[in-house]
């Protein structure tokens, strides 16, 4: 079996004009592109909408992407921006983002699932930006740190560092404790 | 595996295998529409002149095949005698032949020449 195309090799195949390539990098990078969005807008069906968006977006400014090797970094801050520019829409309209509401989006019939999301974007309001994108491209995509480092421009060291605290918090959270007593109790 | 990740296989999108495969092929037929060049009326235009070309060929083409096929744009066989009818021919072989042609020949020359035309 031929070893899977580096994401470089896949940009570039699509720059050319091939179909199997572009559908291969859309495979590769949409569930990435969601957690980005997510960890921004906290609503599931929203941030997909974004991640879709931005992902035909940075199709069409393909020849823009320099560094065809970081397509993941350039794609991030498409996401980014787009889910900032969702979120201040969101924000216009007057639709408050509704945890329970996005929570319950696509899952009827799955009452405990259901909760558990609502739980989880609860928690996840509880941390800052980056954190948030940490643990959702880390335990959500299983992204290694190099990888997320590369991708959020920050070192590997910090992603260990948000990781460790946005687990700690989601988890106290969770377990029904409040970040305070997370934070001063490790 | 690492024991401390936190399952958020809730938040999962492609939970449901089939509808996530539907949206990244979705997803990946407008990004190769929005990767197709937009192109402006007049290069539109230009870009069907291959074609015209090749249509204006054809139909010349079509309209010269019975002229080709006729029995008089034929080639001749050899040793077969052919009337000629070309003033020009006619006047080389009167000048070879030192003959000085009276003005029935040289209308019959001419004329045959215009009603071949």
């Known amino acids: ?186 | 595996m690492d024991p401390d990740r936190i399952d958020l296989s809730s938040l999962d999108p492609s939970r449901d295998a089939r509808r996530w495969e539907e949206v990244v092929r979705q997803v990946a037929a407008r990004g190769a529409t929005a990767r197709r060049p937009r192109r402006t009326v007049p290069a539109q235009l230009a870009g069907w002149w291959r074609p015209a070309l090749a249509l204006v060929a054809a139909v010349a083409a079509a309209a010269w095949l019975p002229v080709l096929l006729s029995p008089a744009s034929r080639v001749p066989a050899a040793g077969e005698v052919v009337a000629v009818s070309d003033p020009v021919l006619s006047a080389a072989a009167w000048t070879v032949a030192g003959q000085s042609p009276g003005t029935a020949q040289i209308i019959a020359s001419m004329g045959a020449t215009n009603a071949d035309r």
């Not at chain 1, 980056?130 to 990888?147: C, K, N, Q, S, Y």
């Open chain 1, 1 to 186: 079996m031929p070893p899977e195309p580096s994401t470089g090799e896949l940009v570039l195949r699509v720059r050319a004009g091939d179909r199997a390539a572009g559908e291969a990098l859309v495979r590769r990078h949409l569930r990435p592109a969601y957690a980005v969005a997510l960890a921004v807008l906290r609503n599931p069906a929203e941030a997909e909408d974004v991640a879709q968006e931005s992902l035909v977006h940075a199709f069409e400014r393909l020849d823009d992407c320099r560094e065809p090797d970081r397509f993941a970094g350039w794609l991030v801050r498409i996401v980014r921006n787009r889910s900032l520019d969702a979120a201040l829409r969101i924000r216009a309209r007057g639709k408050a983002v509704d945890v329970a509401e996005a929570a319950a989006v696509g899952v009827a019939g799955d009452a405990e699932r259901s909760a558990l999301r609502a739980r989880l974007l609860a928690a996840m309001e509880r941390l800052p930006p980056v954190p948030r994108e940490v643990v959702l491209l880390h335990d959500l995509e299983g992204w290694t740190h190099a990888e997320i480092g590369a991708a959020l421009e920050i070192s590997e060291v910090n992603s260990r560092q948000h990781l460790f605290v946005a687990r700690r918090t989601l988890r106290a959270w969770l377990e029904g404790a409040s970040p305070e007593e997370a934070s001063h109790g490790s």
